[in-house]
């Protein structure tokens, strides 16, 4: 049996210099957060900028002119940097920086060290994600993976699709006939976008994304790996069989929407699946045919929303929680984690648990379960304490 030799020339083996900076970075996350090859080295900010991004005044005799280099957490911070406290859980850490800056509530701001500016803030941490994304503004959307600035060699666009100026394509992407393309929209590695689909302005389609059945507004943002358009999971279920449904609706995805890594939309079997103006849509998501989601909700990784089922604006839902068919979930309600919602929840309700309910009603049943097994387990100790002399007497 001969030995089979890899094809091609061998890979260079890395230099010292190569090894020592790849071990030095992963085990020094401080240098490696200084040297992050993946975004560029971010413009720096002066000071009166950093505080109109974060609508803070300037403390009085503050050099406004003063330059800021980037921006770091509070225990890796220096002092060129800014840094920000929302949660209380971080004072420690708050008391201890060296970061130049911080973007602080005043409720906080005197747990900062002197040596630290505190700019007052209403939400720091809003204000903070400003400031980020003016230092890392390439962060905000999926970028070229190939460094593309037009149509790349080893795309596939059909004659009869329409690209307006300014688009940016990846090599193995298929656009397919009809589809329009809006301006300063990027399509990463090996997206699918289906014929007749229309993506609007500013929008980022990541690597290995299918688009098919589908109309997208301007600025959205689909994330790797997600599958928009394909058929919903209809069938007419019988003994004889499960008879497929066609499934004849679209998917209408609106402005400003967001749609983690990993997530499945279905297209609607009679009517279309709808995703509101802003709302966010964590990783690994599963809307099925037919469902509504309003504006500015929020929805957290592994949640599966059946068919027809319907959100209202400015709905929360936590993790791994699923909501029923056919379901309404009021607007501004609010879902805990891996809750299994069965009913219609009322507007501005907060529910949790399995079947879910009002967040009272299920805080009240764990505290009487656990009150349930406590006592339990006080009533067998008791039990075997007496058990036990008795055995000693025979």
């Not at 957060?33 to 109109?52: D, G």
């Not at 770091?72 to 060129?80: C, K, S, Y």
């Not at 967040?359 to 097994?373: G, H, S």
């Amino acid at each position: 049996m001969t030995e089979r030799k890899p094809s091609g020339s061998p890979a260079a083996a890395p230099s010292d210099e190569e090894e020592w900076r790849c071990g030095f970075a992963l085990r020094h996350p401080r240098f490696m957060s200084a040297n992050n090859p993946f975004f560029p080295v971010p413009q720096p900010l002066s000071l009166a900028r950093i505080a109109e991004l974060a609508g803070c005044a300037l403390p009085e005799n503050a050099d406004g002119s003063r330059l800021v280099l980037g921006i770091a957490p509070l225990d890796a911070a220096d002092a060129d940097r800014v840094t920000f406290l929302d949660n209380p859980q971080y004072i420690a850490q708050a008391a201890a920086t060296r970061a130049g800056v911080c973007i602080v509530g005043q409720r906080h701001a005197d747990k900062l060290p002197e040596s630290c500016m505190a700019l007052i803030a209403r939400e720091p941490y809003r204000s903070f994600a400003k400031i980020a994304a003016a230092f890392f503004p390439a962060s905000m959307r999926p970028q070229s993976l190939f460094g593309a600035t037009g149509v790349s060699a080893g795309s596939f666009i059909h004659p009869e699709a329409r690209l307006e100026p300014g688009v940016v394509v990846d090599p193995g992407v298929i656009i397919g006939a009809g589809a329009q393309i809006g301006s300063n929209t990027i399509l990463c590695a090996n997206a699918v976008i289906g014929p007749h689909v229309t993506i609007g302005r500013d929008s980022a389609i990541g690597p290995n994304v299918t688009v098919t059945h589908a109309h997208l507004g301007n600025r959205v943002i689909i994330h790797a790996s997600c599958n928009i358009g394909q058929d919903g999971f209809g069938f007419a279920m019988g003994p004889q069989g499960h008879l497929k449904v066609p499934q004849v609706g679209r998917v209408i995805i609106q402005d400003d929407v967001e749609i983690g890594a990993g997530t499945c939309v279905d297209r609607g079997m009679n009517r279309d699946t709808i995703i509101g103006e802003g709302t966010k849509i964590d990783n690994m998501v599963q809307v099925a045919h037919n469902v509504t989601i309003g504006r500015h909700c929020v929805i957290v990784a592994q949640v599966a929303l059946a068919g027809s089922s319907k959100l209202e604006d400015y709905v929360v839902i936590g993790g791994q929680s699923g909501v029923i068919g056919h379901a309404t979930v009021g607007m501004g309600a609010q879902i805990a984690a891996t809750s299994a919602v069965a009913r219609d929840v009322p507007r501005g309700e907060r529910w949790g648990g399995t079947p879910a309910k009002p967040i009272r009603e299920f805080f009240k049943e764990m505290a009487a379960v656990d009150r349930l097994v406590r006592g339990s387990s006080a009533k067998a100790k008791v039990e075997s304490s007496d058990i036990a002399p008795a055995q000693e007497a025979k």
